[in-house]
């Protein structure tokens, strides 16, 4: 089946400062990624969705200035939380979906903790 | 009303029960029904995968689809305490996935 990789599991930073998460799919070509973000005990919340080589499309609510979505390549995604405050503390999920399909195929998140 | 709705249980059985687990949803364009699991503090997996009314098998796992009550199902038959998990369902139009809030699963040895 397809994988996709996350890049840290988890992090722990000091308020202020910014984070960047990386989400590769490592045997196949993600013509769009998706971002998620999980709290304890509930599901999935889309935040945003790119396109290789154009802009991130975000969800309502999500601020494009805090969230830096940047999908550079066929194989890469990268979030980037920007002045993270403790209330950024969450599960972040990614997803990566081919040309050929409409299935997601999802990373195994990234937790954020920050102090 | 949310688009998507299932019971967040938390739902126990005994090995070796017959699990069922269900969502309903509001929304006539969805076309593709998923079920993931999900295990603590990991990414969702993909389990199921259907687009239309109907079963669909894969081992001990079976997808229910019924698109004039807009309903789905996933039984498990034979459980193991490894399917313990949150399982959630998804549903996708337009490229979107719109999940279901997830049930957890408890199989008790």
């Known amino acids: 089946g397809a994988v996709v990789s996350q890049h840290p599991s988890w992090v722990i930073c000091k308020s202020g400062t910014s984070v960047k998460i990386e989400c590769r799919s490592l045997?196949?070509?993600?013509?769009?990624m998706f971002w998620y973000r999980q709290f304890p005990k509930q599901s999935l919340m889309l935040m945003a969705t790119?396109?290789?080589?154009?802009?991130?499309?975000?969800e309502q609510g999500v601020e494009k200035d805090k969230f830096l979505i940047n999908h550079a390549s066929l194989t890469l995604s990268t979030l980037t939380v920007t002045s993270a405050h403790p209330e950024d503390s969450s599960f972040y999920i990614c997803?990566?979906?081919?040309?050929?399909?409409?299935?997601?195929?999802f990373g195994p998140g990234t937790r954020l903790t920050v102090l | 009303q949310k688009e998507v709705e299932q019971d967040p249980g938390p739902l126990s059985v005994p090995e070796g029960a017959i699990v069922s687990l269900n969502c309903t949803y509001s929304?006539?364009?969805?076309?593709?029904f998923m079920w993931y699991r999900q295990y603590s503090r990991k990414g969702p997996e993909l389990l199921m995968y259907?687009?239309?009314?109907g079963n669909k098998e894969d081992g001990r796992f079976t997808a229910q689809v019924d698109k004039s009550s807009k309903y789905i199902s996933l039984f498990i038959r034979d459980s193991q305490p490894s399917d313990s998990a949150t399982y959630l369902c998804?549903?996708?139009?337009?490229?979107?996935?719109?999940f279901g809030q997830g049930t957890t699963l408890q199989v008790k040895p």
């Open positions: 997803s990566a979906m081919g040309s050929t399909t409409d299935t997601q195929y």
């Open positions: 045997d196949f070509q993600a013509t769009t």
């Open positions: 790119s396109n290789e080589g154009s802009k991130a499309t975000y």
């Open positions: 929304n006539s364009a969805f076309q593709y």
């Open positions: 259907t687009y239309s009314s």
């Open positions: 998804a549903m996708s139009a337009a490229g979107k996935l719109i």
